[in-house]
């Protein structure tokens, strides 16, 4: 999962972008780049790490141009190092630089036919640069020496046809302003905003309306399924559908993890959708364990905190903060190698005991992937002294990898698949375990946006929308994106440099 941001402006946007992406460092902490353009010219400043430690004031003060783009990255497709970071640029034609959320599922197909058909050479195994590739490759077969906005929805809408998969995509194109575009399903999120000033309008684009309110933008509404938009350096603005065919299909997890609950999605607030998590999770609760013996309700911060209130509301007992969370820690879920998830679990929760002493716990969760996390928690209770510890997840149980851009590629990664209720609890060590039902996880964000008839929902379902995801691609995903691997790529890659992008200045900068 990563985060994106676009915004076209009336003077420099480095600040905004800077801020944009703090707002979205949630969604990715393995990297974090920002590109802007002026007169011409390209700036760039990427690297891994948090947003904070990427970007200097050195940096920002090259990073000058009313139009720029921005990324914060978790590795998902693709090998995880400094030169993976985003943008990714290329000169050919005009100059673009371009950034994505999500994960194509026919890039090995893609990839061989840019070098076969396009004569174009993909230097990472990411699939951003094929992305970027296409989209450039469509552009040049146009033949324009000054593009129009038809052009580059012309442009688009062959990227559609070419690439499969759940993608929501920012690109900066020199001289001429900013692109976003949207899968034909809407599975990775993009939403539109604006800013209104003395000087004009101001357009943004970005992954989460979070990032439209430490700026001061209003959220506009959301970029729609294979729609495309086209924001000219002076502001002009231009949209238009690029698919054939459509159909809202949202990754129903952003609502469970990623995004961040003051964020609205597709008319929906998470906030909301967690709220009503939490209320139906209650009422399985209060079905299946009529004469629980609960005396405490204790979420697991922060993304399961909204639902866990709810839970103890509903039920008439007591809800305590009973760990307290590291925030220097970044998410586990989101962290390469099952080795280094299990440290920082203990780095990152710590238990105040009297919340746990000689009490029935109730731990209330957003999900359970791996098991590793609740696993360790549950000891940590037990440790401080509960007396039970029962488990509770706002989720069903996700048994199979997801393809569209989450970090679950292995199917035995994740403590779900293959297994019973009954065994997972086992494995994990509680005294009772309990899961949200599929229908109750869909009612909750259904009830925000009534329009909305499905959510990509693979990981509990092992339905893929996209229809091109058999065994055999599975199998390969697994193969390469395993937690053995991916520990193996780290190390492949942990001696590379920054990449710091193209300066002003001459230095040895490099686009990496």
């Known amino acids: 999962m990563c985060g994106l941001v676009g915004i ?105 036919m840019l070098y076969k058909s396009d004569l174009r050479h993909v230097n990472t195994d990411s699939d951003t640069e094929v992305l970027l590739n296409v989209f450039a490759h469509e552009l040049q077969k146009l033949g324009k020496l000054v593009p129009t906005a038809d052009d580059i929805f012309e442009a688009i809408k062959n990227v559609h046809k070419r690439v499969r998969g759940g993608y929501s995509v920012v690109a900066l194109v020199a001289n001429y302003g900013l692109v976003a575009f949207r899968d034909p399903h809407g599975i990775r999120p993009l939403v539109y905003g604006q800013l209104k000033s003395e000087h004009g309008v101001s357009h943004m684009v970005a992954s989460e309306s979070v990032a439209f309110n430490v700026n001061g933008y209003e959220l506009v509404r959301d970029v729609a399924p294979g729609e495309a938009l086209f924001i000219s350096d002076d502001g002009e603005f231009f949209a238009q559908q690029c698919a054939e065919e459509t159909k809202l299909t949202p990754c129903i997890f952003e609502h ?55 839970v103890a509301q509903n039920l008439g007992v007591k809800f305590r903060e009973g760990l307290v969370k590291n925030r220097y820690i970044g998410r586990t879920f989101i962290m390469p190698g099952q080795q280094q998830r299990r440290k920082s679990v203990r780095q990152k929760l710590n238990a105040i005991e009297l919340e746990f002493t000689g009490k029935n716990v109730l731990l209330v969760d957003d999900s359970i992937v791996r098991g590793t996390t609740c696993q360790q928690i549950i000891q940590m209770a037990r ?26 590629p292995s199917a035995n990664e994740l403590i779900a698949h293959d297994r019973t209720e009954e065994e997972i609890c086992k494995e994990i060590g509680a005294d009772w375990l309990i899961y949200q039902e599929l229908d109750d996880l869909y009612a909750a964000s259904m009830d925000g946006n009534r329009e909305i008839s499905r959510f990509e929902d693979a990981v509990f379902t092992g339905d893929y929308i996209t229809g091109d995801v058999d065994q055999a691609y ?6 390469a994106r395993n937690d053995l691997n991916k520990s193996q790529q780290n190390i492949d890659s942990s001696d590379e440099n920054a990449v710091i992008g193209l300066h002003n200045e001459s230095d040895n900068s490099n686009f990496g």
Do not use: W
């Open 8 to 112: 076209v402006g009336h003077a420099n946007v480095n600040l905004e972008l800077y801020d944009a992406l703090t707002m979205l460092q949630h969604r990715g902490q393995d990297a974090a780049g920002i590109m802007t353009c002026h007169n011409g010219r390209i700036a760039q400043q990427k690297a891994n790490g948090l947003v904070r430690d990427v970007f200097r004031s050195r940096h920002m003060q090259r990073l000058v141009g009313n139009v720029g783009i921005g990324h914060v990255r978790y590795p998902t497709a693709g090998s995880s190092g400094p030169a993976l970071a985003q943008p990714f640029y290329v000169n050919s034609p005009y100059g673009i630089g371009l950034a994505h959320n999500g994960n194509l599922t026919n890039t090995a197909e893609v990839a061989e």
């Open 256 to 310: 469970v993890y990623f995004a961040r609950p003051d964020s609205i999605m597709d008319g929906i607030s998470v906030y909301k959708s967690r709220l009503r998590q939490g209320e139906r999770l209650a009422a399985k609760i209060a079905r299946e364990r009529p004469d629980h013996d609960i005396h405490v309700v204790i979420p697991i911060p922060d993304s399961s905190r909204v639902a866990g209130q709810m």
């Open 474 to 479: 599975l199998d390969s995903l697994d193969a």
């Open 383 to 408: 440790d401080a002294g509960a007396n039970k510890v029962y488990f509770a997840s706002a989720s069903p149980a996700v048994k199979y990898p997801n393809v569209y851009g989450i970090d679950m």
